[in-house]
């Protein structure tokens, strides 16, 4: 190191200038990744703007199947999730190695309940023959069509509990981590990237709750 | 700006109340009964601003490098185009031609 300047810090890789550096890096490729991640969404987003526009009447016919409530406390868990995700990745700038884990581990907790919302509505749903596609069976909707808007139904909140469940796991190997104190205030990128996605599952959700739940 | 800016507590406890306070004005509006285009369109300005207060404090885009807002704009620049060209197929399409 002819030209060290300081400490170089043992988690910097070699093609890195500095910490700082590296760490802005690892956050400009987590945001090019969600950029693929709303095009990814935006492919269903689309499905469902076509279909709309075809079928209107469809549309607010089928959404009184889908519980508000059940979708209005899904949304205020999604945003509380988000809430103690920025505060563990808070704790891991100030060094909080104890509350880095915690926070983790309510946001693990709060992404369950989203997920155990979601299974009663499915469960409910199927029980009744709501099923996507050929399978449908329910007949309380009078629209030949019905099964159209419950096939997008299922595709585009399936894909956003999919991301829901990855979210759990990628928080259960940072927990993993953090007890081992792998996260500092000098190190925290996997935390810190790993937040920026749970957001990002957290603003598809804000556009999914009103255009699924509350049309009429 | 350093990319390591903590976030101020005040900040994300605001943010958070003002997305559940959102999340309740979204869903007045709903028993509201708007009449037809103005629901959807209340509904998505709401959720937009509510995925702004997102993207700029929870993600923190309002405190960190301006590109990374760049890209967020420009995936939605995409997004737009894609529905737009979509729907110039779809929006005129001869009736007598079944859809799906």
Do not use: C
Request: aromatic fraction near 18%; hydrophobic fraction near 55%; proline fraction near 3%.
């Amino acid at each position: 190191m002819a030209h060290a300047t300081g400490t170089v810090e043992s988690h910097v890789q070699h093609h890195f200038k500095s910490s700082d550096q590296q760490f802005s890096s690892a956050k400009l490729g987590m945001w090019l990744f969600l950029f693929t991640e709303i095009m990814f969404f935006g492919g269903l987003f689309v499905a469902y703007i076509v279909y709309r526009a075809w079928n209107p009447e469809l549309f607010t016919l089928a959404a009184t199947q889908l519980d508000t409530v059940l979708g209005a406390v899904n949304t205020v868990v999604l945003i509380g999730s988000s809430l103690t995700v920025a505060l563990a990745i808070r704790a891991a700038q100030f060094d909080k190695q104890k509350q880095i884990i915690n926070y983790l581990l309510i946001t693990i907790f709060l992404a369950t309940v989203f997920l155990v919302i979601k299974y009663f509505e499915y469960t409910h749903k199927f029980d009744m023959g709501i099923l996507p596609g050929a399978m449908y069976t329910f007949e309380g909707i009078d629209h030949p069509k019905a099964n159209v808007f419950f096939s997008i139904y299922y595709m585009m909140t399936g894909l956003h509990g999919i991301h829901v469940v990855i979210g759990i796991g990628l928080m259960v190997w940072l927990v993993l981590k953090a007890m081992k104190g792998a996260y500092t205030s000098s190190y925290y990128t996997p935390v810190e990237i790993t937040g920026l996605y749970w957001h990002l599952v957290d603003i598809i959700w804000i556009f999914l709750f009103p255009l699924m739940y509350l049309i009429d | 700006m350093s990319a390591h800016h903590a976030i101020p507590l005040k900040t994300l406890l605001s943010t958070t109340l003002a997305l559940v306070v959102l999340t309740v004005v979204t869903i007045a509006v709903f028993y509201l009964n708007i009449p037809a285009p103005f629901d959807v369109v209340v509904a998505l300005f709401l959720a937009t601003f509510k995925a702004t207060l997102v993207a700029m404090f929870f993600m923190g885009l309002y405190y960190d490098e301006k590109f990374n807002t760049v890209v967020l704009i420009f995936s939605f620049l995409f997004f737009f185009v894609f529905i737009g060209i979509t729907l110039l197929d779809t929006l005129f399409r001869e009736s007598s031609i079944s859809i799906w």
